[in-house]
């Protein structure tokens, strides 16, 4: 058998064009986020902001207020995630709108091609739903120490196989949630320059030439900004609260051993009682 003919070498021109767009959405956001660090931290807090320092302002302003109401103070530092977040599903989206040529790969198939919506291809939603996995499962980890490892053994260790499929339903349904709406987007797009095209002549009438300026900006900003902005709001809203649903406090760890006390002793107070009536029992007897 000749394996070379079933799993072909990856190089540079056979990688996906959606991969491309989303190194470029991340490489924008990851400039984007340092230009902002960098401003705020030379920023004189005693000067009214304007014009981009505006625009930062109001940003962090409110990634911070989303993190501080839905997490809580104890990740006061999760905003600048948080806006990354934002900043590349974002951008995805609006590099998939204006369709910048792919002039990355020369010689590939997708050479000077419009890049698509990089949420079309499932594995960039995969990547980005497996980050939240592995912070909510750290942060359960860092706060709840060994007894993280109860909840795959709970209510009896016979449902071990069964949690250890349920534990991946977050990610799960976070990937298809940004694929399925990003490919139903691209999807209604295709149809309605396919549609349009067919009423332009050669093939069909005049009116198609006058209808696609003006149907066709109209659907790019409901399907590629409305919804991936809507599409993002979700995705970050949801990771924040699939994270701090793993915290656990000082105070909540306090009164779960108290409660853990509680039990035992109301446990041993049975028992004492149980031995006093056998041995009146015995008494009688």
């Known amino acids: 058998m000749d394996f070379g003919k079933i799993i072909a070498p990856i190089s540079w021109s056979t990688l996906p064009p959606e991969f491309m767009t989303s190194l470029l959405a991340f ?5 984007l986020i340092l230009i902002i660090n960098i401003k705020v ?13 505006n625009i930062c302002e109001i940003v962090i302003n409110f990634a911070d207020k989303q993190v501080q109401e839905i997490m809580g103070p104890a990740f006061s530092n999760f905003g600048g995630y948080i806006s990354f ?4 599903i974002l951008i995805g989206f609006f590099i998939g709108m204006i369709g910048i040529p792919n002039v990355f790969q020369p010689g590939s198939e997708a050479f000077l091609q419009a890049l698509p919506n990089p949420f079309t291809n499932i594995a960039f939603p995969l990547s980005i739903a497996i980050c939240t996995f592995v912070l909510t499962h750290f942060t359960a980890i860092k706060y709840k120490k060994w007894s993280y490892f109860k909840r795959y053994i709970e209510p009896i260790p016979l449902f071990l196989p069964i949690n250890l499929i349920t534990m991946w339903s977050s990610t799960l349904s976070l990937t ?11 999807c209604v797009i295709t ?3 396919v549609g349009l095209g067919t009423a332009i002549p050669p093939e069909g009438s005049f009116f198609g030439f006058f209808l696609e300026p003006l149907i066709a900006p109209i659907a790019h900003l409901y399907f590629d900004i409305f919804d991936g902005c809507i599409q993002l709001a979700v995705f970050c809203i949801l990771t924040m609260i699939y994270i701090s649903n ?8 306090e009164e779960e051993k108290a409660l853990k006390l509680e039990i035992k002793k109301r446990k041993e107070e049975k028992r004492l009682l149980k031995s006093q009536k056998r041995s009146l029992k015995e008494k009688k007897i």
């Open 85 to 88: 977040l934002g900043f590349y």
């Open 27 to 31: 490489l924008i956001s990851l400039i």
């Open 191 to 193: 149809l309605i320059y």
């Open 246 to 253: 793993e915290y656990v406090s000082l105070e909540e760890m």
């Open 176 to 186: 298809l949630r940004l694929f399925g709406n990003a490919l139903a987007g691209y």
């Open 41 to 53: 931290r030379n920023y004189d807090p005693l000067r009214k902001p304007s014009g981009f320092m």
